[in-house]
């Protein structure tokens, strides 16, 4: 029996299943999906960003997010932590760009946490909205008011109280209202292809504009738009992971989890766009065959708040009113919306506690410290949506150098130790890391294929290289707003802020880095061997092997294994 120090596990595989998918299926996909599809879609149609999207969810999204399950279930620590036991204490701020990623999306996050609580309260308070101006109104009133600084700081609370129960609350938590969330989110989407003319909605969705390949933006957004729907890059499967036991298939939730998410953010938009549709053409009287009224329907969908953040909020509800007890509906929907996005925040927030704890800190003040920080840091973005809109822009492209840092660490992972030349050597860490943390520690899993190290040694970089510098071009191309302007998606306002804090981490590195331990060159594996849940097996030391003062690697596992038989 492992001893007390043995982190906590879920209790089985479905409160796992659920809680992963809880984790990343939310506000990115009901909130945030349907306005990026509207904002990228062209005159004629929408195919072209889905296909992109689609195309980044395999070549990017899934690569990335078996590191993130791997190294979390591995080193049992957070992102920072595991650069330092992987790669040395001198890779630390790389891991810490995952970390700072996260807490920027977490910070504005709550915001909108706390727009879904909102409705949640006004849907029971008062009437559903008539007709969409009525509901658009409802939306500019609210973001415009000092409500979202109010429900922010509760979101934070409830996500507060929740973590400080641990993962045994959050997993029953997710257990409950996953399930009830993806039943209303189905039936609304059911309920929405009954519509009279629904079907065009969805026409315009699936109808290809492929002049639309040759923009810039539409790739840089389905890249982004894809990492932060998946959580890819964000490390949240990191935390999650560690309190995944070695039969826990990371291969299998890394692929399979991805796809279920991304199939909930397609009917989101498909409801989305057939519920505009049924109300333009029906209601209004609007010919979506007519050029000229298809332009009126597409600058409707674009046209809901800054930056299209209101189109959900704003459809939603107009879909409900038109449905039998619909307010009734709309009830239980927001208020699964906000239990999906708490077990989102959830893991935001526990990447930055456990970073914390990884340096020594208590929970008791690492909770409040955590705590305090996104409300002050979130602050702005509930005083003022066009600030909100500038950190989504920021921290939602910030993904991809995240991601980016993951993939780091597994080239580098072992790449020194490589024998040979050419394509081999550079192929060691990817084909180290996953024999030694994948394939020979997973028990019961798919094995990682030789694919999945080509991607994230050749294909992945050029991908990320390629969209970062396609989308530099752009933005310096645009003279409205200028690119030296500091606007809400300008290149400036987005280079500036993610240049602070690179310095914030390197100061860091420099000045604290040494002072910090972490954790030790040996750590504990824990492991659930059986069927019933018990933590068994015991303990076992895992040395790491520092090659000089830059960079360690874990001994394989055929060397020694990470348990000690009972």
């Known amino acids: 029996m492992a001893g007390d120090d043995a982190p906590p596990m879920f209790s089985n595989t479905i409160a796992l299943c659920l809680s992963c998918l809880g984790c990343v299926v939310g506000t990115g996909n009901i909130w945030r999906f349907p306005r990026i599809v509207a904002n990228n879609a062209g005159d004629t149609g929408g195919l072209v960003f889905l296909l992109v999207w689609f195309m980044f969810l395999m070549l990017w999204s899934i690569p990335v997010i078996l590191i993130e399950y791997s190294i979390g279930r591995f ?8 650069f330092g036991l992987l790669l040395g204490k001198g890779y630390r701020w790389v891991g810490g760009w995952v970390f700072m990623v996260n807490l920027g999306i977490c910070c504005y996050y709550s915001v909108v946490l706390g727009w879904c609580l909102y409705y949640f309260i006004h849907v029971i308070a008062f009437p559903l909205p008539e007709d969409v101006k009525t509901a658009t109104d409802i939306f500019l009133n609210m973001s415009g008011s000092y409500y979202p600084v109010l429900t922010h700081c509760c979101s934070v609370l409830f996500v507060s109280l929740i973590i400080l129960k641990s993962v045994s609350t959050f997993e029953k938590v997710n257990m409950i209202f996953v399930p009830i969330l993806l039943a209303i989110v189905f039936g609304s989407f059911v309920y929405a292809m009954t519509l009279e003319d629904a079907v065009e909605g ?88 007519n050029a000229t009224h298809l332009k009126e329907i597409v600058a409707i969908l674009s046209s809901n708040g800054e930056a299209n953040t209101g189109l959900t909020f704003v459809w939603i509800p107009t879909l409900y009113n038109l449905l039998p007890n619909g307010r009734v509906l709309a009830v239980f929907f927001f208020l699964c919306l906000v239990f999906a996005g708490l077990s989102s925040m959830v893991a935001q927030m526990e990447l930055v506690i456990r970073t914390l704890e990884d340096f020594g800190a208590k929970r008791k003040y690492a909770l409040p410290g ?29 993904l991809i150098l995240s991601g980016m840092s993951l993939i780091f660490l597994v080239f580098w992972y072992g790449t020194h130790s490589g024998k040979g030349n050419g394509c081999l050597n550079i192929m060691a860490g990817a084909n180290r890391f996953r024999r030694e943390i994948v394939n020979e520690y997973g028990v019961g899993d798919w094995s990682l294929p030789l694919l999945w190290a ?113």
């Open 75 to 82: 080193t049992r620590r957070g992102p920072v932590e595991s």
């Open 370 to 398: 955590t705590a305090l920080t996104v409300m002050l840091l979130g602050l702005p973005s509930a005083l003022n949506i066009n600030v909100l809109v500038n950190q989504d822009f920021v921290w939602g492209f910030g």
């Open 454 to 566: 080509i991607l994230v040694t050749f294909i992945n970089p050029l991908e990320a290289v390629g969209m970062i510098g396609w989308w530099v071009y752009d933005q310096a191309s645009q003279t409205d707003p200028p690119w030296w302007s500091y606007e809400s998606e300008t290149l400036f306002a987005a280079v500036s802020q993610w240049f602070f804090w690179s310095l914030v981490l390197i100061s860091l590195q420099l000045f604290c880095g040494n002072r910090f331990e972490g954790g030790s060159s040996s750590y504990r594996q824990f492991d659930l061997d059986d069927d019933s849940g018990d933590v068994m097996g015991g303990t076992a030391e895992v040395t790491l092997i520092r090659s000089g003062s830059s960079h360690g690697m874990v001994t394989s596992m055929t060397e020694k294994s990470p348990l000690v038989e009972s």
């Open 202 to 289: 969805i026409k315009y969705l699936m109808r290809p504009e492929w002049s639309q390949f040759g923009k810039a933006r539409l790739w840089v957004d389905a890249i982004s738009q894809n990492a932060w729907d998946t959580g890819a890059g964000a490390g949240l499967f990191i935390v999650y992971s560690i309190y995944m036991p070695r039969k826990s298939g990371v291969v299998k939730f890394g692929c399979l989890i991805p796809l279920t998410n991304n199939v909930v953010s397609l009917i989101s938009a498909m409801t989305t766009m057939a519920t505009v549709f049924h109300v333009k053409v029906h209601r209004d009287g609007l010919n979506p065959k």
